[in-house]
């Protein structure tokens, strides 16, 4: 029997496919270390850990409503009041599965069948399939490689036409890391005023931020482009809360209610008890967070300066976000000992994984070939144990 041609179409996430191989491997024994994984290696910190049993001693184990718990729209009214300096009404913040199901909603809300979406490169993989799932048509815009693969306002218009919809803007960029400027968002929200489209402002890692750079929410720049923006946000990254699924979106109000109504739908509001351990994870004060934060960044410049020092790869230094993209397109044409030769990104992942028990991801999901994506939201000593197999591993090509 046949499935719809819809989900042949649909690869499956390659982000999500590395962590399960690791897995499966580990489960078989076998010392891997993976970088595969977008996720902290924390724990959910302990407060809010209770408030997620308190809110079963209290009984809280029915539905919400379809937008989510009105506690929770009001600490995350709260939160983009106090973290970006912008006004919302609860009747504009939708709480969703995750924000992968914010990301969701927004492109069923704004696409009509042909719709064209700007998605500037390098792009978390799974932007295009979700566009394409919304009946969309994702316009990739990937800028210089000197400038981190960041597009400039005029390499973006370049790509505009008459059906432009939407752009995504991920700043902090998962997976390299670049953050957009004030001036920069300004001129592509500028863009986005003159050609008429939505801005999708992705910022589920705005706190993950590093050596002083500061985050900026586009919605907050002028009430221009706040008319026109849905930002998505989230808890999984900042809260170490990957497992609980809760992301959300604050939008004009038409847009949320586009939004809730598709949710009713399908998922119905998310699960209770995580939603009131949100509202713990957004009132908190910000110690846990600047912590996690703090070790992300010793990490960061841990691995940069350990590939970096290892002949035949290189990687440009992220400024946020737990990623960084290994530039290996130097190595292809090369050989390992058994003669089994690195042809692009993909044979890179699969042959280091194989050999040297190390998991990264291809950058081809990514839109850069040239390039694998590790992670470095896992312990210091594991990446250092990792980066050393990757230079052996390196060292033993010919
Ligand atoms: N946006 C980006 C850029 C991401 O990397 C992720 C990673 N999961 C998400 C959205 C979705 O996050 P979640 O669904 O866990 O909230
Ligand atoms: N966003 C993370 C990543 O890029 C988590 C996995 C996923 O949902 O893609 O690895």
Redo the contacts with the bound molecule.
């Keep these: 029997m046949k499935v719809s041609s819809r989900c042949l179409a649909i690869p499956g996430s390659p982000t999500l496919a590395i962590n399960a191989k690791a897995k499966e491997l580990k489960a078989q024994g076998l010392d891997v270390v993976g970088f595969g994984a977008?996720e902290p290696d924390f724990d959910t910190p302990e407060n809010i850990r209770d408030a997620a049993k308190e809110a079963l001693d209290q009984g809280m184990t029915r539905y919400t409503p379809a937008y989510g718990s009105p506690e929770l729209q009001k600490a995350v009214c709260g939160k983009f009041l106090k973290d970006n300096g912008i006004v919302y009404k609860p009747s504009q913040i939708v709480i969703s599965n995750?924000?992968?199901q914010s990301?969701f909603n927004s492109f069923m809300a704004l696409c009509e069948e042909g719709d064209e979406v700007l998605i500037p490169g390098p792009y978390?993989v799974s932007y295009p399939e979700i566009v394409k799932m919304a009946g969309g048509v994702p316009v990739p815009v990937m800028g210089a490689p000197e400038n981190s693969f960041k597009p400039t306002a005029e390499e973006i218009e370049s790509k505009v036409t008459d059906r432009t919809r939407a752009i995504i803007l991920?700043s902090p960029n998962?997976p390299n890391g670049y953050v957009f400027s004030k001036e920069e968002l300004t001129a592509i929200g500028n863009l986005a005023v003159k050609h008429d489209f939505y801005i999708v402002a992705?910022e589920?890692y705005e706190f993950l931020i590093y050596d002083g750079e500061k985050h900026v929410s586009i919605a907050s720049i002028c009430p221009e482009f706040y008319d026109r923006t849905i930002t998505i946000n989230?808890v999984?990254k900042a809260y170490a809360m990957?497992g609980w699924r809760i992301?959300y979106t604050a939008s004009p109000e038409n847009v949320a209610k586009a939004m809730t109504n598709y949710q009713s739908h399908s998922t119905s509001g998310p699960n209770t008890i995580a939603q009131y351990a949100a509202v713990r994870a957004l009132e908190s004060p910000a110690e846990e967070r600047n912590r996690m934060v703090k070790e992300f960044e010793k990490r960061k410049n841990r691995i940069c300066e350990m590939i970096n020092a290892i002949p035949g790869i290189s990687c440009v230094e992220p400024k946020g976000a737990f990623y960084v993209m290994m530039k290996v397109s130097d190595l292809f044409g090369k050989k390992c000992a058994d003669g089994e030769v690195i042809t692009d990104c993909d044979s890179f992942a699969k042959l280091l994984l194989a050999k040297n028990l190390v998991a990264v991801v291809p950058g081809s999901g990514f839109g850069t070939g040239d390039y694998v994506r590790l992670s470095y939201a896992i312990s210091m000593e594991t990446i250092e144990k990792g980066i050393t197999r990757i230079g052996e591993f390196v060292a033993g090509l010919e």
């Design positions: 977008g995750g924000a992968k990301l978390w991920t998962n992705d589920i989230g999984s990957t992301g």
